[in-house]
């Protein structure tokens, strides 16, 4: 499932961030889902209400927006 690979990057950069700017935990995290990735907010954010977060991700609020598609001209 594309979007499980998805949020298994999510959570492990959220965690990365976290510790490098010397942090214990995660607030919340936005996630802006482009208008051709298949992917849907809500299925983003129940992946990741679901997923085994830790310590440093377990409060965390997750916020999920698709971006509208935008014409060159």
Same mark, same amino acid.
């Given at each position: 499932m594309h979007e499980a690979?998805?949020?298994?990057d999510i959570v492990r950069k959220a965690?990365?961030? &976290?510790?490098e700017s010397g942090h214990e935990e995660v607030q919340k995290i936005y996630i802006?889902?482009?208008a051709l990735n298949h992917a849907t907010p809500t299925? =983003?954010?129940d992946l990741l209400n679901d997923a &085994? =977060?830790?310590p440093? =991700?377990?409060c965390?609020?997750?916020?999920a927006e698709r971006s509208p598609a935008r014409s060159e001209e």
């Open positions: 690979k998805l949020v298994e965690v990365y961030v &976290a510790h802006e889902i482009g299925s =983003l954010r &085994a =977060l830790g440093v =991700l377990e965390a609020s997750f916020q």
